[in-house]
T-cell receptor, first 116, second 118 residues
Framework: SQTIHQWPATLVQPVGSPLSLECTVE??????LYWYRQAAGRGLQLLFY??????ISSEVPQNLSASRPQDRQFILSSKKLLLSDSGFYLC???????????????FGDGTRLSIL | AQKITQTQPGMFVQEKEAVTLDCTYD???????LFWYKQPSSGEMIFLIY??????QNATEGRYSLNFQKARKSANLVISASQLGDSAMYFC???????????????FGTGTRLTIIP
């Protein structure tokens, strides 16, 4: 069966420090991968998605970036964190294939990021 | 562009009663998919149920069913015989079925916080 791992679960970082959140998927090949951010009490905002190695699409301009160095690895990064980067970050995967819209996205457990 | 609207920020329901969570959507796509997710206080997003726009019957998954009214562009989630463990945030989401790159993206609503009262 497929599993998704996301770490760390909790992170407290000072303003201006770098960030690296990692997400890996097991039990599937060539998944679509996604990074979302959820502000407290709000819905999910799609940040990045990837349909293959090295293929990253950004949904909102920001100081965050994403990379997909391996098929089942998705990394969210920042060189200098801002206070506004605080939130709950969720990684997700789905089966690949255009038109497979009945395939749900499966989420990791999330990372709670606090910027001080 | 796709848009999901959930007009109930919070709901309180007595245990064992049925509850309906509202979701309306807007899209120009001819075919699309609708999803409901549950987010407990621990944070993980749990997939509950899916409805395709061309599905003739309403989707059901155990105690969850989806009241799909295509002409009204609504996809309400019905939870029968609610339990204390149903207390959580619930999100409605949709995905278009275009062939464009990135068609797998989900658009989420702002969610409804459901509290089950013993």
């Amino acid at each position: 069966s497929q599993t998704i791992h996301q770490w760390p679960a909790t992170l407290v970082q000072p303003v201006g420090s770098p960030l690296s959140l990692e997400c890996t998927v097991e039990g599937t090949s060539n998944p679509n991968l996604y990074w979302y951010r959820q502000a407290a009490g709000r819905g999910l905002q799609l940040l990045f998605y990837s349909v293959g190695i090295g293929q990253i699409s950004s949904e909102v301009p920001q100081n965050l970036s994403a990379s997909r160095p391996q098929d089942r690895q998705f990394i969210l990064s920042s060189k200098k964190l801002l206070l506004s980067d605080s939130g709950f970050y969720l990684c997700a995967w789905s089966e690949t294939g255009a038109g497979d819209s009945n395939q749900p996205q499966h989420f990791g457990d999330g990372t709670r990021l606090s910027i001080l | 562009a796709q848009k999901i609207t959930q007009t109930q920020p919070g709901m309180f329901v007595q245990e064992k009663e049925a509850v309906t969570l509202d979701c309306t959507y807007d899209t120009s796509d001819q075919s699309y998919g609708l999803f409901w997710y549950k987010q407990p206080s621990s944070g993980e997003m749990i997939f509950l149920i899916y409805q395709g726009s061309y599905d003739e019957q309403n989707a059901t998954e155990g105690r969850y069913s989806l009241n799909f009214q295509k002409a009204r562009k609504s996809a309400n989630l019905v939870i029968s015989a609610s339990q204390l463990g149903d207390s959580a945030m619930y999100f409605c989401a949709m995905r278009g079925m275009t062939t464009n790159f990135g068609n797998e993206k989900l658009t989420f609503g702002t969610g409804t916080r459901l509290t089950i009262i013993p």
